[in-house]
């Protein structure tokens, strides 16, 4: 993807449209480049979300707690908002640093508290460590709705955050809160289109020793859970259906949304052209596709 460098060229109005946001680092590699695409524009409230194209890393979703429900003690809590997922995905802070207590029970997901050894992540920097200043400003925190299963009540969590795991029914398979919303890329969406492969550094470089071929679909997590018990959550499975899998199991996948404020970048598109505000602003996000024009 070429590199623009103006934040005016965040690619605002046009569903599809791809880039690259943030930088992450799975284990010791070099950070690289996330590739994004544009799955949702809200032009009355100036933000749009990107969801990574590719699965980029394999960790759990939440660790075994220390205490309170068994099944949370043995296989992790499936509640996205005290999820170590959540937490470490909104995170800059350096490694071993990102993990603060969400609940009495809760517990990091180091070597003994996950399912899968190697994808244990206490230790590692927060998810936007690598994301510069300029990025993370571009971040804007918003409401993102989540239901909860009936150990929780079956109620809906107002959750406050910039980054997140799709929901089912943002990826059109489904489910999920009533204030939730299905992403426009994916309305009237196939099983099919729910299928994603995982960057090859995610599959080269985690410490699972079982990963799968980057050239093989992969099952990633979504933050729903099973709605019926207090440890699985929904994952999209490698043919784009729906299944479950226990919160400290290390084997899924890891697909980010980041919801991005235009507010100060909004970029005009008229067929291939592109009316740009300003030439002198700083960048971190790349168009695919070509622009012609002024």
Known sequence: MPTITQTSLIPFGQ????????????????????????????????????????????????????????????????????????????????????????????????TSNVGTAGTE????????????????????????????????????????????????????AGGGASSDFVFQAYSGSSQEERIAHAHRMACENTGWTGPPDYMSPVQYWTRSPNASNSNNVQSVNTDGSLGDHKAYNGGNGVRPCFLITTQGGHVSTLDSLMVLPSASEISYLSPVRTLTGP
């Not at 936007?128 to 009540?153: M, N």
């Open 15 to 110: 569903l599809h449209d791809t880039c690259y946001f943030g930088c992450h680092q799975v284990q010791s590699e070099e950070p690289w480049q996330i590739p994004c695409s544009v799955v949702h524009v809200d032009t009355n409230n100036q933000y749009l979300i990107l969801m990574s194209d590719l699965i980029v890393d394999f960790r759990p979703f939440d660790a075994k707690e220390s205490g309170g429900n068994s099944d949370r003690q043995s296989y992790g809590n499936n509640r996205w908002l005290y999820s170590n997922i959540r937490q470490w995905l909104n995170s800059s802070r350096g490694p071993g640093a990102w993990f603060e207590k969400q609940h009495s029970y809760d517990n990091p997901p180091n």
């Open 121 to 172: 992540y206490q230790n590692r920097p927060g998810f936007l460590y690598y994301f510069t200043t300029e990025e993370r400003a571009l971040l804007k925190a918003s409401s993102i709705y989540t239901e909860t299963s009936s150990t929780d009540g079956s109620k809906i969590d107002n959750d406050t955050v910039s980054v997140f795991l799709p929901s089912t029914k943002n990826l059109g």
